[in-house]
């Protein structure tokens, strides 16, 4: 069976840091690309950053660009988010996916093309 299982959400205040973790069973990176997304309290789910499980090219959205690096860790089928000087408006449930095919920036803006959802870790961000 295909799952992706977020971890590694929390309570931070506003500047602190949190590492999250995005751990795959029953496929390999290797022919797919892992997205992180969040949603906030009544807004839509967007996409925050990807990256590709083939040659580990990554992207970010303008709002955690300079802020979150994304990683992945093959031997432990584990995609990270480093997560840095946090905001308030950072506040969300991040929710890991994934897409085969070929890494593709705009595939990070459309949802539906996205997989095997993770169930998603809270991290909160107080002022």
């Known amino acids: 069976e295909v799952q992706l299982v977020e971890s590694g959400g929390g309570l931070v205040q506003a500047g602190g840091s949190l590492r999250l973790s995005c751990t795959a069973s029953g496929f390999t990176f290797d022919d797919y690309n892992i997205g992180w997304f969040r949603q906030a309290p009544g807004k839509e789910r967007e996409g925050v950053s990807c990256i590709s499980g083939g040659d580990g090219s990554t992207y970010y959205t303008d709002s955690v660009e300079g802020r979150f690096t994304i990683s992945m860790d093959n031997a432990k089928n584990t995609v990270y988010l480093q997560m840095n000087s946090l905001k308030p408006e950072d506040t969300a449930v991040y929710y890991c996916?994934?897409?085969?095919?070929?890494?593709?920036?705009?595939?990070?803006?459309?949802?539906?093309?996205?997989?095997?959802w993770g169930q998603g870790t809270q991290v909160t961000v107080s002022s």
């Open positions: 996916a994934a897409r085969e095919g070929l890494f593709r920036i705009w595939a990070l803006y459309t949802l539906r093309l996205w997989s095997n």
